[in-house]
């Protein structure tokens, strides 16, 4: 049987192009909200040979979360990898103007969901899994407000489980990508020049290298 990876926020970005990557050596079990962007996941991941089984659902749906990893444990019992790249990114404004929907919207996803996500899929990665979390260098900068906090609670979480896993796993990586060409960035970086970023397929390439080197 090949090897499970849940990809969480695969309908774009890193996200979609980690779940590409690791079609090769993966089922791909795919979690976005938008149906269409998954479909052109399965296309581009069929058409190299590999499969996925699409579940277009909302992460911060508890009873979704919970009827999904049921599903993956009836079907093969265990994952070997979970990538989490489910992202809200809030709009640009100074502290004191953030928009309390946008506040809530952001920990919500970020930061709230991963209260359901890490108890109900650590499991099925047991003590022999990977999950991987990806920190922003953005963090921390002006205007980011409700990004960078609910990002930050979020890595802060997946630091804990981190330690907490050392000697017992599953193994728990943080990984800080360069500056890619997403359609984040582009919300917070208008008229950036985008050729001068990475392509999130080449930093994708990267990562899974380095996951099968580990």
Known sequence: MSKVALVTGAS??????????LASS?????????????EDLDDRIQAAGGQATLAPMDITNEGAMAQLCRSIYDRWGSIDLWV???????????????????????????????GTLVPYIAPLLGDKGTAVFFDDQTVGEKFHGSYAASKAAQISLARS???????SGPKVLIETPPAMSTATRARFHPGEDRAALAHPRDVAALLVAKLQEA
Request: no cysteine; charged share 15%; aromatic share 4%.
């Open 161 to 167: 489980w981190a330690i907490e896993t050392q000697t």
């Open 26 to 38: 993966h089922h791909i079990v795919a979690v976005a909200r938008t149906t269409g962007a998954l």
């Open 12 to 21: 774009r970005g890193l996200g979609f192009a980690m779940a590409e990557a």
């Open 84 to 114: 989490h790249a489910a992202v809200h990114a809030a709009p640009l404004t100074p502290a004191p103007h953030m928009d309390a929907k946008d506040w809530a919207k952001s920990m919500s996803i970020n930061a709230t969901s991963m």
